[in-house]
């Protein structure tokens, strides 16, 4: 049985497991939204977890699948916008953890693939692009099917629900539906600062 993904923070007070499953159930794929990289812009990490195109490699494994073994003390969640995701960090370093929704019963997780401790081929190879029209310089790497991405995160969301195993994620309660963490809104300002190149 193959041992789990480890994710570390850049300064190891944070640390978590996901599940090995995940590599035969998840997707790996780069996201070049606007989005993501003011998210890495307002921790100061776009040197870091970016790459020359304004790419963030991301896994995408189910929030169950993730579990926390050290440094929970240390999860934050800052919104884009009021609608915008759940985008989790760490207080100790500012290192970028994972992408949720609100809802715990679509249990996806896009975790930031540059925290996981193993070699990339672990990982698989990309098999989607996001948003390449959105990168910072011209993506010339094949789009991946958009199809096999969404069917398979559909697929995994559907299953947690149907099984009930959503109600086991280390980052929501399932009882209040609400996150462990509050999560903070940018303001205006903020939001400004970080969508500027």
Request: net charge positive; with cysteine; aromatic share 10%.
């Amino acid at each position: 049985m193959s041992e789990p993904l480890q994710i570390l923070c850049k300064c190891g007070a944070f640390q978590a497991q996901v599940d090995a499953d995940s590599l035969r159930t998840g997707n790996h794929g780069m996201c070049y939204c606007k989005d993501c990289q003011a998210f890495q812009r307002y921790l100061g990490q776009q040197g870091t977890y970016l790459d020359a195109q304004g790419g963030t490699e991301l896994f995408q494994a189910q929030s169950w699948q993730i579990k926390i073994t050290q440094g929970k003390e240390n999860l934050q969640i800052v919104k884009l916008s009021p609608k915008g995701l759940y985008r989790w960090h760490t207080s100790c370093c500012k290192t970028p953890l994972f992408n949720t929704v609100g809802n715990p019963k679509i249990a996806f997780a896009g975790i930031i693939a540059g925290t996981i401790q193993v070699q990339n081929e672990r990982l698989g190879p990309i098999n989607f692009r996001y948003k390449t029209e959105q990168a910072t310089a011209p993506v010339t790497e094949p789009k991946g099917s958009m199809f096999k991405f969404v069917f398979r995160t559909m697929r995994n969301i559907l299953g947690s629900r149907i099984s009930g195993r959503w109600k086991d994620t280390p980052l929501f309660d399932p009882d209040t539906g609400r996150s462990i963490v509050k999560p903070y809104v940018l303001s205006e300002a903020e939001r400004a600062k970080a969508y500027s190149a």
